[in-house]
């Protein structure tokens, strides 16, 4: 799947869940995605609205099936459907109903979903909103069904629908269509099938912990008018400077929505209205608007680069924020608010003609703005050529078939080659511990690396699970340790190990680079200008930079021998690079030796010599530099302790 990486995620949380009994609870229960770290098929984005019942259904959908297709034309569909009802409160003419959807259906901030967040996609629910808010009675049961599939799609879009809900509820009270007593009836039966339904999917098996400690993303004041990414013909970025934490509060209503809400404030204030809505009705929606906006706003307001207030939250409400993660979403039904008064104005307020004029121009403009977007979603959504694994080597399908599980080293949210390890997973029907969920519980996270830091140091393995380090002091470790019946090294780049081999006849191939701390093969190091030939680290002429760094090992104290074996194709008195050893070089490097590397006339060469440290060395490299004289290649390099007191383990 295309896009960023919520749409594969949201793929491989339904490609598990398809396989769960169907009979378990919570019902949304997933343990194989993410394992410990695994909850609920509501926290990989995977629409229970859909996988539930093409769950159901699994027994006769071949092995690769998807339907996040047949979501998207469902809220395409559906957007026009709940955005022609609404605007039919007001507009009696059919051609500025067609033209006013049309300007619904070409928002930014909904169509940039499809490529990023396909759940949030469902926006269709906050025109049902607003729809059943402008009913002139209140609907019970149609709330409930809304109330009920909004908590089915994704949780901003229920807390959104509920925000409108409750100002129904206030309107129909104020205007005393219902009592005190009905409001509240309503409130929490409404409230109780929501949260049961919840409970049911799984929203609760995070605990008291389903926060994310990141900065929360908010709403810049200018985001109506800022097409951030490159959403406009006519606008240019405004090149924020904290785009990244404002990008989930993005609000470009495009020029032909502008334009049109400039013209309709100005119709508003010079002509006449037909008929207007009671304060009844305005007040409380007016009301949740603007508390929207303010939760949008979050405790930073920015206009533009410049801060004009920030303050200290509560720890609870800082605690909320964290939980939602991006509370510059809120905003979302103030813009369908916006959008549609600025619509209504148009065709009610000027002659039938002139209306449907002004919006026959908003939705050129509209467009013609949105062009290059427009174009940027047909071809997200053309078929994309069959993606090709990382993970090429013929011993992954023997891995797979030996070990049932799969243990990231340490486990996280979004580790390192977790697109190609989860495809690799589930093809061989094995549960793997890490993944990319909206929510994660960190207190199990923390408990799930301390016991996995513990199998490290004890070297205790489980013998039925393939390990994956992406840590790298746990795999020095690892390098020092492990026993001779388990195998560290890499494959394809992957960094593994591989419990109890002697169990597997088939897990030795020559694709699998074992390393044993001391010994570094130049293709299992980090370079700048390298690149991996026949095994070696290979820079050409002309290229200059770091050809080796890493690997960031710890050196006991002790006496080494430490081995450059390399090749460079000049005559021996020409210098083609230099190398060092240095610890820190982060922040700030220390040197504790270094030398020239020299010509060796093509052939294999080596430097060496002795490494004395009275104290550990944490965060070592032994890098090598090429000055782009020649061609140089590096084969390994190498670390042997000389003094027999000296164990490198400890």
């Not at 491989?12 to 019902?27: D, I, M, N, S, V």
């Not at 998207?72 to 022609?84: I, K, S, W």
């Not at 304060?279 to 409380?284: D, L």
């Not at 016991?451 to 070297?459: D, I, P, S, Y």
């Amino acid at each position: 799947m295309h896009g960023f990486l919520d749409p594969q995620a949201n793929l491989y949380g339904w490609e598990y869940f398809r396989h769960t009994p169907w009979l378990q609870f919570p019902l949304g229960a997933n343990p194989d995605y993410g394992m410990e770290l695994g909850s609920s098929i509501v926290f990989s984005d995977s629409i229970p609205l859909f996988a539930l019942p093409f769950k159901l259904l699994a027994p006769l959908l071949p092995e690769t099936f998807q339907y996040f297709g047949l979501w998207v034309l469902t809220c395409m569909v559906l957007h026009a459907v709940f955005g022609y009802l609404l605007l039919s409160r007001f507009i009696t003419s059919q051609w500025q109903l067609a033209l006013g959807t049309a300007l619904l259906l070409l928002l930014p901030p909904y169509l940039m979903r499809f490529t990023i967040h396909l759940a949030l996609g469902g926006q269709w629910l906050l025109l049902a909103g607003l729809y059943l808010y402008f009913s002139p009675r209140y609907r019970a049961t149609f709330w409930l069904l809304m109330l009920t599939l909004a908590t089915l799609v994704h949780a901003y879009l229920l807390v959104m629908l509920a925000a409108i809900w409750g100002a129904d509820l206030l309107q129909r009270l104020w205007a005393r269509q219902l009592t005190l007593v009905q409001c509240l009836i309503r409130g929490l039966v409404g409230s109780a099938v929501i949260i049961g339904l919840m409970w049911i999917l799984g929203y609760f098996m995070l605990g008291s912990t389903p926060t994310v400690s990141d900065p929360y993303g908010r709403m810049n004041l200018l985001a109506m008018v800022d097409p951030a990414g490159g959403w406009s013909t006519f606008f240019p970025n405004l090149r924020l400077t904290d785009a990244y934490l404002d990008s989930d509060g993005f609000a470009y209503l495009g020029a032909g929505i502008i334009g049109l809400l400039v013209t309709a404030c100005i119709v508003y204030f010079l002509t006449a209205p037909r008929e207007t809505l009671s304060m009844y009705t305005v007040w409380p929606i007016a009301a949740i608007a603007w508390f929207l906006l303010l939760i949008a706003l979050t405790n930073t307001i920015k206009l533009g680069n410049f801060t004009l207030i920030e303050f200290e939250l509560p720890s609870w409400a800082v605690q909320v924020y964290q939980t939602f993660r991006s509370p510059g979403r809120f905003f979302g039904p103030v813009i369908y608010l916006v959008s549609a008064i600025a619509i209504i104005i148009a065709s009610t307020r000027l002659p039938t003609r002139a209306g449907t004029c002004l919006l026959v121009v908003a939705l050129g403009l509209q467009i013609h703005d949105l062009s290059a977007s427009l174009q940027s979603i047909r071809d997200y959504f053309q078929p994309e050529a069959r993606w090709t694994s990382p993970l090429s080597s013929p011993l992954w399908e023997e891995l797979g078939e030996h070990y049932e599980k799969v243990i990231y080293v340490r486990p996280g949210n979004m580790p390192p080659y977790f697109i190609p390890m989860t495809e690799f997973a589930l093809r061989h029907g094995m549960p793997i511990n890490s993944g990319y969920l909206a929510r994660i519980d960190v207190a199990e996270e923390a408990r799930a690396r301390v016991a996995l830091m513990e199998q490290v140091k004890t070297g205790n393995y489980d013998a039925s699970a393939l390990y994956i380090f992406n840590d790298e002091e746990l795999w020095d470790i690892v390098t020092r340790t492990a026993a001779t019946d388990h195998r560290a090294g890499t494959l394809d780049g992957v960094r593994l190990l591989l419990p109890r081999v002697s169990l597997c006849a088939a897990c030795s191939h020559p694709d699998f680079l074992s390393q044993r701390w001391g010994v570094w093969n130049a293709s299992q190091l980090p370079t700048i200008v390298g690149e991996v030939r026949n095994g070696a680290l290979q820079a050409e002429p002309g290229q200059v930079g770091y050809l080796s760094f890493g690997p960031y090992t710890r050196i006991p104290a002790g006496s080494y021998r430490y081995l450059i074996t390399y090749s460079a194709d000049a005559p021996s008195h020409t210098v083609a690079g230099h190398w060092d050893i240095v610890s820190g070089a982060a922040k700030a490097p220390v040197e504790h030796a270094s030398g020239e590397l020299n010509g060796t006339d093509g052939e294999v060469g080596m430097v060496q010599g002795r490494l004395e440290t009275a104290e550990d060395i944490p965060l070592s490299e032994i890098r090598t530099f090429t000055n782009g004289v020649a061609a140089v290649s590096l084969i390994s390099v190498e670390l042997k302790q000389t003094g027999a007191d000296h164990d490198p383990a400890k």
